[in-house]
């Protein structure tokens, strides 16, 4: 893959609003330089825990959709039940199933250590489906990608032992970030409510963050694997 073409770009979170909370300002420069950008969200997100879980799964699903259209993005949801989700051949073929269906060049998603359990399982899932994404003879609905993807790593929540090796300058990109985030009102609240924390400017404290350990204004930290395959020549990321 050109590092000078055009690309899809697939953001896999666990929940509405994790692409949002740690790369979102990198999804919209994507969309800003033309890329594809598909967010991929695993979970319904059902124990937000501000009201009871279906009438919250339905909820989050419409915060998702406003979020993915302010970004011009498209969204994907998976509906996996929300701390439900299991590391499985099922689970990871409809993983492989969906990297298909895009065909990306680049896939974002969870590092593989966190505090939630649906982050890790994720992560694993999407590492785990590399290599059936691009067997022909692993039978989904799509056909296999012709290329592997390109995997970065998205910090973690807060940056807890989450050393970037390559950042994205989003200082630009900062205010749809936040906007995105904005329509997630239930999680708003929530962390309002039980944390007595304001996440916008939690999100906006972390870019600071990377921002000053790159010299710019704000920034989004990555990883890639450092396994074969996962070590192009030239930058993807925006």
Request: with cysteine; aromatic share 8%.
């Amino acid at each position: 893959m050109s590092t000078n073409s055009l690309f899809t770009v697939l953001g896999i979170g666990s929940h509405p609003d994790d692409l949002e909370i740690s790369c979102g300002g990198t999804l919209a420069k994507y969309v800003e330089h033309g890329h594809r950008v598909v967010m991929v969200c695993m979970t319904d997100g059902r124990h937000g825990r501000s009201c009871p879980p279906d009438e919250m799964a339905e909820i989050r699903r419409q915060e998702a959709e406003a979020s993915a259209a302010l970004l011009g993005a498209e969204l994907e949801m998976m509906g996996y039940e929300d701390l439900g989700l299991e590391d499985n051949l099922e689970t990871r073929a409809k993983v492989v199933d969906v990297i298909r269906k895009f065909s990306p060049g680049v896939i974002i998603t969870h590092a593989p250590f966190d505090l939630n359990p649906d982050h890790r399982i994720t992560s694993k899932l999407v590492l785990d489906a590399l290599i059936p994404a691009i067997t022909p003879t692993f039978e989904t609905a799509h056909q296999a990608c012709v290329e592997m993807p390109v995997l970065y790593y998205m910090s973690t929540v807060c940056g807890t032992d989450f050393n970037p090796e390559e950042y994205v300058d989003i200082t630009g990109s900062l205010k749809p970030k936040l906007e995105a985030l904005s329509k997630h009102v239930s999680q708003l609240e929530v962390y309002l409510e039980y944390e007595n924390r304001d996440l916008l400017k939690f999100v906006e404290a972390a870019a600071v963050v990377n921002g000053f350990r790159c010299g710019i204004g704000y920034a989004e930290g990555f990883r890639r694997p450092h396994i074969w395959t996962q070590n192009p020549v030239g930058r993807l990321l925006p």
